[in-house]
């Protein structure tokens, strides 16, 4: 197990600056996710904490120990990827024992890492078949297993669930997150999902060109976030954003945007007239009746089961409401929108910083 930092690291390819100084560390036994959009930069943080690509500036260390000249194979750390390349000649035992032989393990020792990672992972029976006779699941498994019986202080993950089906991805998250309970080796994660990040991170690292935007656990980051970047790429619906002007009405501040005043936090705080957007998610917002809140539109309605997602127009802006169970409105009623002041964001608009 190893604890791991990052120290203002830069990668250029050519003349294109990739990575711009990043610097963060990651405590021992830690499970962090890497997310941002695609090209941000995660993939090439993953392969130089491997040792797979060179480091332009800034220094890696793994357990306080500097490794930018460390090789790969001198770094203890184990990766697995998207597109999980099994040896298809080799059975799954076989599979999982090949990095170790490359080692020149023991025979022994050997043998005794793979029944337990087996064990782990649940491939007991199917050590002796082959990757063309495994399922999906199984296959990512055997990667996993690969990794496990290196037994190394850090385990690098790029979306190694993004192939996989809707219902195997839900079942193999829960694998992961069980298998990092029990090891407790640590853990870099590189997901696109919401949940998968929301749901396994001890931390969130949120990336755009090349730079941290905010880290923090997943609630820190949903429920205050430091910018309009971060409002808008954590949480599934996306954060509704309107453009608006702080109002100072009769000493409180409230937003005007779309014909209405929307209600600010208690904390956040902006003088009369400042550009700002309002943030607030689908799930903060109710349905009342019209002449309650800000009047809307109904646009769509989308019943899920247990939840129903409306668009709704105000003014110029279309907004996503979630809310809970049924409801009994449809296209081209009015209804107004009533919002959980205390749950509201306000930025600046100049900055996009977060403003209280
Ligand atoms: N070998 C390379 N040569 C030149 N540019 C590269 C190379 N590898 C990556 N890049 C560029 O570096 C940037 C970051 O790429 P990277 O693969 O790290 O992104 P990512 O965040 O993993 O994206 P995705 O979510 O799509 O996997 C991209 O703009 C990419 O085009
Ligand atoms: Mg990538």
């Given at each position: 197990m190893a604890s791991v930092s990052f120290k203002d690291i830069q990668k250029t390819f050519g003349k294109v600056k990739v990575i711009q100084g990043i610097s963060f560390d990651i405590a021992d036994g830690e499970f962090v996710v890497l997310v941002g959009p695609s090209g941000c930069g995660k993939s090439t943080l993953l392969r130089m904490l491997a040792g797979l690509e060179e480091i332009s500036g800034g220094e890696i260390a793994i357990d306080g120990k500097v490794v930018n000249d460390l090789e790969s194979k001198d770094r203890d750390i184990a990766m697995v990827f998207q597109s999980y390349a099994l040896y298809p000649h080799m059975t799954v035992g076989e599979n999982m024992a090949f990095s170790l032989r490359l080692?020149?393990?023991?025979?022994?020792?050997?043998?005794?890492?793979?029944?337990?990672?087996?064990?782990?992972?649940?491939?007991?029976?199917?050590?002796?078949?082959?990757?063309?006779?495994?399922?999906?699941?199984?296959?990512?498994?055997?990667?996993?297993?690969?990794?496990?019986?290196?037994?190394?202080?850090?385990?690098?993950?790029?979306?190694?669930?993004?192939?996989?089906?809707?219902?195997?991805?839900?079942a193999m998250r829960a694998e992961i997150k069980a298998l990092h309970q029990r090891l407790k080796t640590t853990t870099v994660y590189v997901t696109h999902d919401q949940i998968e990040a929301m749901t396994m991170a001890d931390r969130i690292v949120v990336m755009h060109d090349g730079i941290v935007e905010q880290i923090g656990t997943p609630l820190e980051l949903y429920d205050r976030p430091v910018n309009l970047f971060v409002a808008q790429f954590i949480g599934s619906p996306a954060m509704n954003v309107v453009e608006g002007m702080a109002r100072q009405v009769d000493g409180v501040c409230q937003v005007e945007a779309q014909g209405s005043l929307w209600p600010v936090p208690p904390g956040a705080n902006a003088p009369d007239n400042t550009p700002v957007h309002y943030g607030i998610r689908p799930g903060d917002i109710s349905l009342a009746d019209p002449g309650h809140g800000v009047p809307a539109r109904v646009v769509v309605v989308e019943p899920t089961g247990a939840e129903t997602e409306l668009l709704v127009q105000v003014g110029e802006s279309q907004l996503v409401v979630t809310v809970h169970g049924r409801v009994d409105v449809g296209p081209d009623d009015e209804v107004g929108l009533v919002v959980d002041a205390k749950r509201a964001h306000l930025f600046d608009r100049a900055s996009g910083r977060r403003m209280g």
């Open positions: 080692r020149n393990a023991e025979k022994d020792l050997m043998s005794q890492r793979v029944a337990k990672a087996a064990k782990i992972l649940n491939l007991d029976a199917l050590l002796e078949r082959y990757p063309r006779e495994l399922s999906g699941g199984q296959r990512q498994r055997v990667a996993m297993g690969r990794a496990i019986v290196r037994d190394p202080k850090v385990f690098l993950f790029d979306e190694p669930l993004s192939n996989l089906d809707a219902k195997l991805r839900v």
